[in-house]
């Protein structure tokens, strides 16, 4: 791709539900952390704000757990010390799971709280840099290291017999002390710095402990087992699972002729999906799957699903989302737009590189195809684009931008434009002599009408007379759009679920007549008003706004545009 879009792609997911945050939390800590460091701009600073958002949506236990997720890559100093400075069972987590250089670690440790360098100190995998500034600001090891440790003095008789023990007045133990060599002042001063560092770190531990949720926990002898994580390899084969179950759950499939051989051969995510395990009394019986594909971030590969096993008994306790279940529909849309997305728009990039000759010549045959290649891959996204519109806009999960702007003007400036077209019908406005206020933003208010004009004109015949009529019913605005003969001649069904065919289409969209036409009355609805069919006409009704005092003799010289250039 020649555009790195997915942190954008990201942000435009609206966390309506728990699990939906928890999809966005994950995949804001995969793209931030891979993030190169100097990487700045206002998108990731946007980024950084949604992932605090969410981190006061999502309990302090559930994002410890993400984020000790095998495969988690935090690479970022900046991301690592966000979380740092988070609860203390996320700092730990994040702590553990953080894959910096020694370099950024040194850069990064005199930001830490106190108690974050201390859970730091348990690392072995730092760097001597890390180690040495550690050490400088009293955390090191927990354990102590054997030569400053006092050791139990060895017997009398078995020591050699040196003048000093003609001395009765002296201890064992000192005389131990004094076999070794004298510490300086220096070094006692560590040793005393580390052993406060040591207590500080065994009660944060403590703390963080009793921090966890219960079901992290090791399950005791006998005690029922309800709910634990595992993950999957490409073949359905679970390979990781949490300690207290790992020895008895790993090797087990969930593809073949199971429940889950669907998912895992489409690798669709797992929704509730029921599977009876076989073996030791802790995990026998019935269970309640829910998983995630995972994919290699670098290729793209399926790589397996990541997920819970839930006993149906604390399923059923679980309190129920508020969420209707339109909104995990719509959810689940715009997932399958994000993977269709990701492919296209590298399809398009590289066909751009062959056609514009960026890495050579390039036969004209090929930059040829190259082009409608590109066009095609355009097409498609503006396609996926108008999708996620609806889908967005029937959940009730976008709004319309507010305003205020001229529908007459609006209209009068796009059949200006299509007027040009001598293959199109003619289009004609009638009765905009007067302005038309509407309570809605100009770009909105353009694109609705692009979309129905470029609707009618795409069916309309050449030379077809289409008048558009506007018109003051009480309090809001009037639009009469006369049907081609083409679509007159069809029924409700077939005019707004049907893909009427259309000879020229100027831009009324991928997916034919009656797609755009709903669309189109989801965006009337969202805007306070409606379009519906009323015999051969669409009646569209938007709110009005009050006539200012104004002299309208000027009205036409000033009246404002309220549009530039046609969307599609």
Same mark, same amino acid.
């Given at each position: 791709?020649?555009?790195?879009?997915?942190?954008?792609?990201?942000?435009?997911?609206?966390?309506?539900?728990? @699990?939906?945050?928890?999809?966005?939390?994950?995949?804001?800590?995969?793209?931030?952390?891979?993030?190169?460091?100097? =990487?700045?701009? =206002? #998108?990731?600073?946007?980024?950084?704000?949604?992932?605090?958002?969410? @981190?006061? *949506?999502?309990? %302090?236990?559930?994002? &410890?757990?993400?984020?000790?997720?095998?495969?988690?890559?935090?690479?970022?100093?900046?991301?690592?010390?966000?979380?740092?400075?988070?609860?203390?069972?996320?700092?730990? $987590?994040?702590?553990?799971?953080?894959?910096? +250089?020694? =370099?950024? /670690?040194?850069?990064?440790?005199?930001?830490?709280?106190?108690?974050?360098?201390?859970?730091?100190? #348990?690392?072995?995998?730092?760097?001597?840099?890390?180690?040495?500034?550690? %050490?400088?600001?009293?955390?090191?090891?927990?354990?102590?290291?054997?030569? $400053?440790?006092?050791?139990?003095?060895?017997?009398?008789?078995?020591?050699?017999?040196?003048?000093?023990?003609?001395?009765?007045?002296?201890?064992?133990? !000192?005389?131990?002390?004094? %076999? $070794?060599?004298?510490?300086?002042?220096?070094?006692?001063?560590?040793?005393?710095?580390?052993?406060?560092?040591?207590?500080?770190?065994?009660?944060?531990?403590?703390?963080?402990?009793?921090? *966890?949720?219960?079901?992290?926990?090791?399950?005791?002898?006998?005690?029922?087992?309800?709910?634990?994580?595992?993950?999957?390899?490409?073949?359905?084969?679970?390979? /990781?699972?949490?300690?207290?179950?790992?020895?008895?759950?790993?090797?087990?499939?969930?593809?073949?002729?199971?429940?889950?051989?669907?998912?895992?051969?489409?690798?669709?995510?797992?929704?509730?999906?029921?599977?009876?395990?076989?073996?030791?009394?802790?995990? !026998?019986?019935? /269970?309640?799957?829910?998983?995630?594909?995972?994919?290699?971030?670098?290729?793209?590969?399926?790589?397996?699903?990541?997920?819970?096993?839930?006993?149906?008994? &604390?399923?059923?306790?679980?309190?129920?989302?508020?969420?209707?279940?339109?909104? $995990?529909?719509?959810?689940?849309?715009?997932?399958?737009?994000? =993977?269709?997305?990701?492919?296209?728009?590298?399809?398009?990039?590289?066909?751009?590189?062959?056609?514009?000759?960026?890495?050579?010549?390039?036969?004209?045959?090929?930059?040829?195809?190259?082009?409608?290649?590109?066009?095609?891959?355009?097409? #498609?996204?503006?396609?996926?684009?108008?999708?996620?519109?609806?889908?967005?806009?029937? +959940?009730? +999960?976008?709004?319309?931008?507010?305003?205020?702007?001229?529908?007459?003007?609006?209209?009068?400036?796009?059949? +200006?434009?299509?007027?040009?077209?001598?293959?199109?019908?003619?289009?004609?406005?009638?009765?905009?002599?007067?302005?038309?206020?509407? %309570?809605?933003?100009?770009?909105?208010?353009?694109?609705?009408? /692009?979309?129905?004009? &470029?609707?009618?004109?795409?069916?309309?015949?050449?030379?077809?007379?289409?008048?558009?009529?506007?018109?003051?019913?009480? @309090?809001?605005?009037?639009? #009469?759009?006369?049907?081609?003969?083409?679509?007159?001649?069809?029924?409700?069904?077939?005019?707004?679920?049907?893909?009427?065919?259309?000879?020229?289409?100027?831009?009324? @969209?991928?997916?034919?007549?009656?797609?755009?036409?709903?669309?189109?009355?989801?965006?009337?609805? !969202?805007?306070?008003?409606?379009?519906?069919?009323?015999?051969?006409?669409?009646?569209?009704?938007?709110?009005?706004?009050?006539?200012?005092?104004?002299?309208?003799?000027?009205?036409?010289?000033?009246?404002?545009?309220?549009?530039?250039?046609?969307? !599609?």
């Amino acid at each position: 791709m020649r555009y790195d879009d997915r942190l954008a792609t990201a942000l435009r997911l609206t966390p309506v539900g728990q @699990g939906v945050a928890r999809i966005q939390f994950r995949q804001l800590l995969d793209l931030l952390g891979t993030l190169p460091v100097d =990487e700045q701009g =206002e #998108m990731v600073d946007l980024a950084y704000l949604r992932l605090g958002e969410l @981190g006061g *949506r999502i309990p %302090a236990a559930d994002r &410890a757990a993400i984020l000790r997720q095998p495969g988690l890559r935090l690479r970022a100093p900046r991301l690592v010390a966000a979380l740092a400075g988070a609860e203390p069972v996320v700092s730990l $987590s994040a702590l553990h799971s953080a894959q910096l +250089s020694d =370099e950024q /670690w040194i850069d990064l440790i005199p930001a830490l709280p106190l108690a974050s360098r201390g859970a730091l100190g #348990m690392r072995r995998d730092l760097g001597p840099g890390a180690r040495a500034l550690l %050490a400088r600001l009293g955390i090191g090891d927990p354990a102590l290291p054997a030569t $400053s440790a006092p050791k139990e003095p060895a017997p009398v008789e078995e020591a050699p017999a040196p003048v000093q023990t003609e001395i009765p007045s002296k201890p064992a133990r !000192a005389s131990a002390y004094q %076999a $070794s060599p004298p510490l300086a002042e220096d070094t006692i001063g560590a040793l005393v710095r580390r052993i406060e560092a040591f207590r500080q770190a065994r009660e944060n531990n403590i703390a963080a402990e009793a921090a *966890r949720p219960a079901q992290s926990k090791k399950a005791k002898p006998g005690q029922p087992i309800r709910s634990f994580d595992f993950a999957s390899d490409g073949e359905g084969r679970i390979v /990781w699972a949490e300690a207290r179950v790992a020895p008895m759950v790993v090797g087990y499939g969930l593809g073949g002729n199971g429940p889950g051989a669907n998912a895992v051969r489409l690798h669709q995510p797992f929704r509730a999906v029921m599977v009876t395990l076989a073996g030791a009394p802790a995990i !026998a019986g019935e /269970w309640q799957v829910d998983a995630v594909p995972r994919f290699d971030p670098l290729g793209g590969r399926y790589i397996g699903h990541l997920g819970r096993f839930r006993r149906p008994a &604390a399923v059923a306790a679980a309190p129920v989302p508020a969420a209707p279940a339109q909104d $995990s529909e719509t959810d689940r849309l715009r997932q399958l737009l994000h =993977e269709l997305r990701t492919p296209v728009n590298a399809i398009q990039g590289f066909a751009e590189v062959i056609q514009q000759q960026l890495f050579g010549p390039t036969p004209h045959e090929y930059r040829a195809l190259a082009a409608v290649v590109a066009a095609d891959s355009a097409l #498609m996204l503006a396609g996926f684009e108008e999708l996620d519109r609806y889908a967005r806009l029937e +959940s009730g +999960s976008l709004a319309l931008a507010g305003g205020e702007c001229d529908l007459a003007a609006a209209l009068d400036a796009l059949v +200006s434009r299509l007027a040009g077209d001598e293959r199109g019908p003619a289009l004609r406005l009638e009765g905009h002599e007067r302005p038309c206020p509407i %309570a809605l933003d100009g770009t909105e208010a353009e694109r609705l009408c /692009w979309r129905l004009l &470029a609707t009618l004109a795409g069916n309309g015949g050449a030379g077809e007379a289409l008048p558009i009529r506007l018109s003051h019913r009480g @309090g809001a605005v009037l639009a #009469m759009f006369t049907l081609p003969q083409t679509l007159a001649a069809l029924s409700d069904e077939a005019l707004f679920h049907g893909a009427a065919p259309a000879t020229h289409q100027p831009g009324a @969209g991928m997916f034919g007549t009656g797609f755009a036409l709903r669309l189109a009355a989801a965006e009337a609805r !969202a805007a306070g008003g409606g379009l519906i069919r009323e015999g051969q006409q669409l009646l569209l009704t938007l709110p009005g706004l009050t006539l200012p005092m104004v002299n309208l003799s000027q009205v036409p010289e000033n009246r404002p545009e309220a549009c530039k250039t046609p969307v !599609a």
